[in-house]
C-alpha cells in the first residue's frame, strides 16, 4: 500500500514538472514569435508606408497611421491622406471615407472641417458639403435623413427659381430640366416631325417612340394626338409672359415653366388630347398612365408631386426618357427629379 502511494506521489510529481515545463516553453516562444511578427512588421511596411516614403509627401509623424491605412491607387492619395489626418480623422475614419465615398465626395471633405460622416455612409446620394442643410431640413420637417438628403439635393429646402444651374448635358436623353435647372437658350440638332402634323417636332429616338405609342393606342380603342412638342426658348418666352399677364406670375408658374425651365425645350415632351376635343378624357389619360413607359415615356406631373415638380398635375404632358428608364421610374412610382437624384445623378 506504501509503495503503491509512493508511486502515485512520483507520478503526479512528474505530471507537475511537465506542465510547468511546457508552460514556460510555449509562454517563452509566444514572446519570440511576437518579437518575430513585430521585426517583420518593421522589415514589411504596408504599400501605403511604401509609397509614402517615395513621396515629398511623407511625414514621419504619421508613419504608424500609414501602416493603418489601405492603400489607394489614386492621384495624391499620399497627400490627401496628409490632409485627412491633419484635420484629425484616423486611420479607420480613412478606410471608411475611401470605402464609402465617391471621389468628389472626398475632394470636398479636404476642404471642410472634420465632420461625422457615419450617419451617411449607407445614403449613397449625399454630397458631404450639404450635411448642414440636410441636418436643418430633417429638424425642420421632422423627416428621415435619407429624404432629408434627397429633397435638399432637388433643391427643395429653398423656394422654387433661386439657387438656379445650368444644365451641362442638355443633349442627354436623360437631362433633368425642372424650376432648379436651366437649358439656357438651347436648341436640340436632332428634331424630326411627327406625322399627325409636321409643326410638331421632338427629338429622333422620342418621336419614333411616340409614333409607336399613338399606333398602339389606337389598337386599343385610344385615339390620342399631339398638340405641343418642341418649343423653343424663345417660344416659351412668350407664352409664360402671355400666361403672366392674364393669371398673375404666381399662378402662371404652378402651370407653365419659365423660359429654359421648359421640358418642350428639350424636344422629349410632347402634350397629347384626345383627338376631336382640346383636352384628354379621363379613359386616354388612364391609357397613358398604365402604358406609356412601354414605349419610353413618363407621366411627369402628376396630383401627387406638386409639391416637388411645383406644377399642377398634367395627364397629358408626356417625357421621353427611353423605355428602360421610363418602365423604372413607373415601377418606382417616385418623380423623376426624386429618380435623377437617386439612381442617373
Known sequence: MKKTKRILGILLLLIIIGATTTYFYYSSHKIENKEVKNTMKEEHPSKTLEVAKETPDYQEKYKNAYQEITYQEEKEFIKHINTLLDLQYNPEEINKIYAYLKEENILKLLNL????IDPYYQIKNFEVDKIKEYEEYQEKYKTTLEDAVLKV???????????????ENKNEYTVLVNKYHSLGDYTPTDLKSLSYDSKYQLREKAADAFEKLISAAKLENVFIRPYSA?????????????????DGKLKADTYSARPGHSEHQTGLAVDVWTEGKQEITKKDAEWLKQNAHKYG?????????????GYIAEPWHLRYLGIDIASDVTEKKITYDEYYDLYIK
Not at 439635393?153 to 444644365?167: A, P, S, V
Not at 418642341?230 to 392674364?246: I, P
Open 297 to 309: 415615356f413618363i407621366i411627369r406631373y402628376t396630383e401627387e408631386n406638386q409639391n416637388i415638380t
Open 113 to 116: 472641417n472634420k465632420i461625422n
Open 230 to 246: 418642341y418649343r423653343s426658348y424663345t417660344y416659351q418666352t412668350g407664352l409664360y409672359d402671355r400666361y403672366v399677364k392674364r
Open 153 to 167: 439635393n432637388i433643391g427643395l429646402n429653398q423656394d422654387f427659381y433661386t439657387n438656379i444651374k445650368d444644365i
